[in-house]
T-cell receptor, first 115, second 110 residues
Framework: EPEVTQTPSHQVTQMGQEVILRCVPI?????FYWYRQILGQKVEFLVS????????KSEIFDDQFSVERPDGSNFTLKIRSTKLEDSAMYFC?????????????FGEGSRLTVL | TQLLEQSPQFLSIQEGENLTVYCNSS?????LQWYRQEPGEGPVLLVT?????EVKKLKRLTFQFGDARKDSSLHITAAQPGDTGLYLC??????????FGDGTTLTVKP
């Protein structure tokens, strides 16, 4: 069964360092998302990506964050200068169709710990 | 800001009992999805409800979408310890962005 895969599963970094989280969405999916979940809190939308550009982003997704799809398969989230409050589980998700007909498939997440 | 409020936040029951989790919003959504999340894993979709008033059943789980497409409920009959987990509702509108509720942590004791 096709699945969304994410790497690394866990990354520990020092505050101020750059981090890149990688995702391989399901191959025939067209819409890609990053969500994050701080421990014990709700799943929060960060950004959606379609047709090689950002379609929507949240207030959390400030200038320290960027996404790209460099090679048609990987979908990456970069945090340029990590802060302590960036510590969270980051989930990548993808779907085939926009709107209500598209099931959202999540990866298992990348746990980021900023020290 | 679209907010989805789930209640209760925590629920602890004995095996065999029935329960209902609610998901309410002031916004109208194209659809509403229910997910279940295990610790350390990503959310897994249980069901999508689309039409106002729609009822869907998945074994012992019954999902209902409100007539106005603003609220939903999840009812579990004869809960089992395997039902333990975090249940999330998510409303979908716009470019398919899902807005999640805070979640309901369910514990079913044997």
């Amino acid at each position: 069964e096709p699945e969304v895969t994410q790497t690394p599963s866990h990354q520990v970094t020092q505050m101020g360092q750059e981090v890149i989280l990688r995702c391989v969405p399901i191959s025939n999916h067209l819409y890609f998302y990053w969500y994050r979940q701080i421990l014990g809190q709700k799943v929060e939308f960060l950004v959606s990506f379609y047709n090689n550009e950002i379609s929507e982003k949240s207030e959390i997704f400030d200038d320290q964050f960027s996404v790209e799809r460099p090679d048609g398969s990987n979908f990456t989230l970069k945090i340029r200068s990590t802060k302590l409050e960036d510590s969270a589980m980051y989930f990548c998700a993808s779907r085939t169709l926009a709107g209500y007909t598209g099931e959202l498939f999540f990866g298992e997440g990348s746990r980021l710990t900023v020290l | 800001t679209q907010l989805l409020e789930q209640s209760p936040q925590f629920l602890s029951i004995q095996e065999g009992e029935n329960l209902t989790v609610y998901c309410n919003s002031s916004s109208v959504f194209s659809s509403l999805q229910w997910y279940r999340q295990e610790p350390g894993e990503g959310p897994v979709l249980l069901v999508t409800v689309v039409t106002g008033g729609e009822v869907k059943k998945l074994k012992r789980l019954t999902f209902q979408f409100g007539d106005a497409r603003k609220d939903s409920s999840l009812h579990i009959t004869a809960a089992q310890p395997g039902d333990t987990g975090l249940y999330l509702c998510a409303g979908v509108k716009g470019a398919g962005k899902s807005t999640f509720g805070d979640g309901t942590t369910l514990t079913v004791k044997p």
